[in-house]
């Protein structure tokens, strides 16, 4: 039988167990203080509305990304090469046996800034000062598989928590009765859930799903929010008595199944009229092409991006795919550009007009950049050592070009930005620095940017 070894602070005899059981948590308790944005200042894990606040100033308040699956070519968009032109046709590899493709569109100067933009983008041209050019991209992979992945979580050889989760887990969303992380029509492929699931965190920062890529979003709504058959008053009901029944004994994990539950419950009657496009204006829907069959449903992507800005959701990732252009790129490229060009600038501009564009990041950009050769007679194959991502709003240079690669396109060679250090530069305009959002787990603290990753402070405004 233990004998007594102390007393607590009201007299009563502690035995050497319990000593040794409270010293346990105590440790577990000091260790938790040490795991940056764990569980500070009495947070419930999983819970969204009780957040810490960033780190520092947020220059953005949320992120809004446009992700073009497949690779966009970025000596045919926003990554002017003339001497690519001036060798279109000549040897580049003779083991290879490769020859140069030079680009088949026209660059111009665009706006004040003079960035050079292909006239595939004639609208988002006349957004040109405000956008933020990243033309020295690179990521560790050139095949969808791992670089899809790695965009997404940092990781392709385990499945992490996407980007959005971590965003969300670090600040919260702003609206209680809404996801903090919406994915609108995501890949299925090379990833699928996993791209915008929360892996080791709590469900509640999975990214919440409408649609799926390719599906027209005219009748788009949320899955498995609605319950005719039972009452929403019994719901709550069924609520409070899983809390009773839980009580204090909740893990972390089972806490954000209930807040999803609960979340689920309050969307029925907030996340319907989000949804409805039917309020704005004839001049709105024009503006981002609704209406017009080439750019109806990415339009409706882009609107519904700015109408979950507006409600206060935290991280928007719209999907729009293929730009895997191996074959037939004249033909390809053109019909990807047409689709997304006028709702991306229709998009910057409706933010900008309503004051949103300040404080909102908008990113754009693939997994992986193409190839300056010739591929299959008629396209460009994966490149991975040099590619252009877009910035707007939210903190960084309007009208600004980062970095260069080589004068065919082939590797970023001046200021190269690796995708971790696009990952970093993300969360530190959100306020948070990505060396101190982390999360134990499996016995060990982990984050988004995992051992790498430097803030591109050049883009900063």
Not at 274 to 285: G, H, Y
Request: glycine share 12%; with cysteine; proline share 5%.
């Amino acid at each position: 039988m233990s004998k007594p070894v102390q007393q607590n602070s009201s007299g009563h005899s502690v035995s050497r167990r319990q000593a040794i059981k409270g010293i346990g948590a105590g440790l577990g308790c000091l260790a938790a203080s040490s795991f940056g944005l764990n569980v500070q200042a009495g947070t419930t894990l999983g819970s969204l509305g009780d957040a810490p606040a960033p780190h520092f100033p947020p220059k953005a308040k949320r992120v809004i990304f446009l992700f073009m699956r497949g690779g966009p070519s970025q000596m045919d968009t926003f990554d002017y090469k003339p001497a690519l032109n001036k060798s279109d046709g000549k040897e580049f590899d003779k083991k290879k046996k490769t020859k140069l493709f030079g680009s088949p569109w026209k660059f111009k100067q665009r706006q004040e800034s003079g960035l050079w933009i292909s006239e595939l983008h004639p609208y988002l041209a006349q957004c040109a000062d405000d956008l933020c050019l990243i033309r020295s991209m690179k990521t560790d992979s050139s095949a969808h598989p791992r670089a899809i992945p790695l965009l997404h979580t940092g990781s392709f050889a385990f499945v992490r928590p996407s980007i959005g989760s971590w965003i969300v887990y670090g600040l919260g969303s702003e609206n209680r009765d809404l996801p903090g992380f919406i994915t609108i029509n995501p890949t299925r492929v090379f990833g699928g859930p996993a791209n915008f699931g929360s892996a080791f965190l709590p469900s509640s920062y999975s990214g919440t799903r409408i649609g799926w890529e390719g599906e027209s979003l005219k009748n788009a709504k949320f899955s498995n929010v609605s319950n005719k058959k039972v009452p929403r008053s019994l719901q709550q009901e069924q609520m409070k008595l899983l809390r009773s029944m839980n009580g204090q004994y909740i893990t972390p994990e089972a806490q954000g199944v209930m807040d999803s539950f609960e979340l689920g419950m309050r969307m029925q009657d907030v996340a319907p009229n989000v949804m409805d496009i039917s309020q704005e204006s004839k001049e709105t829907l024009e503006q981002y092409g609704i209406g017009e069959s080439t750019t109806d449903n990415f339009g409706r992507q882009c609107l519904l991006a700015r109408r979950f800005v507006e409600a206060g959701v935290r991280f928007i990732e719209l999907g729009h795919g293929s730009w895997d252009h191996h074959k037939d790129i004249k033909k390809g490229l053109p019909d990807k550009c047409r689709q997304t060009d006028k709702p991306m600038a229709g998009l910057l501009k409706d933010l900008k007009q309503r004051g949103l564009l300040e404080d909102t990041l908008v990113v754009w950009g693939g997994e992986f950049g193409r190839l300056p050769t010739l591929e299959f007679g008629s396209g460009r194959g994966h490149n991975a050592d040099g590619f252009t991502f877009w910035m707007a709003g939210g903190g960084v240079k309007g009208g600004y070009s980062h970095g260069e690669t080589d004068e065919f396109g082939r590797r970023s060679v001046i200021d190269p930005v690796h995708l971790y250090d696009l990952q970093a530069t993300i969360l530190h305009l959100l306020g948070l620095d990505h060396k101190k959002l982390v999360y134990r787990y499996g016995g060990r603290d982990f984050r988004l940017t995992d051992i790498h990753g430097e803030v591109v402070h050049k883009i900063v405004s």
